[in-house]
């Protein structure tokens, strides 16, 4: 399975970017999606997931209220929208793909995109 992230960038903060990911699974809907981001010099810290049926999304808390995870199955894609985009956003934000249910563990995780650069200026 191939994952392909794309739609980060530059943006002042308070503004808003909507990132996608396309996969290449044959059985999209088997998989749990999340994304996940990575900021220089730390781990890899859990975004957001949704199941494969797109129900029950759920978000880490520092973007609850600020993000929404989604995803159209008829396109093999999933999408993460963030709004009040804060400088403590920027990092390079990963997709990732989990057979069967989801979870916040990237260990856990079957699949990974390449990453998508997001940066936010104050």
């Known amino acids: 399975v191939q994952l392909q992230a794309s739609g980060g960038g530059l943006v002042q903060a308070g503004g808003s970017l909507r990132l996608s990911c396309v996969s290449s699974a044959r059985w999209f809907t088997s998989y749990g999606m999340g994304w996940f981001r990575q900021a220089a010099g730390k781990e890899r810290e859990f975004v957001a997931a949704?199941?494969?049926?797109?129900?029950?999304?759920y978000y880490a808390d520092s973007v609850k209220g600020r993000f929404t995870i989604s995803r159209d199955n008829a396109k093999k894609t999933v999408y993460l929208e963030m709004n009040s985009l804060k400088p403590g956003d920027t990092a390079v934000y990963y997709c990732?793909?989990?057979?069967?249910?989801?979870?916040?563990?990237?260990?856990?995780?079957?699949?990974w995109g390449q990453g998508t650069q997001v940066t936010v200026s104050s």
């Open positions: 949704i199941t494969g049926g797109g129900g029950s999304p």
């Open positions: 990732a793909a989990k057979l069967g249910s989801t979870s916040t563990v990237a260990a856990e995780y079957n699949y």
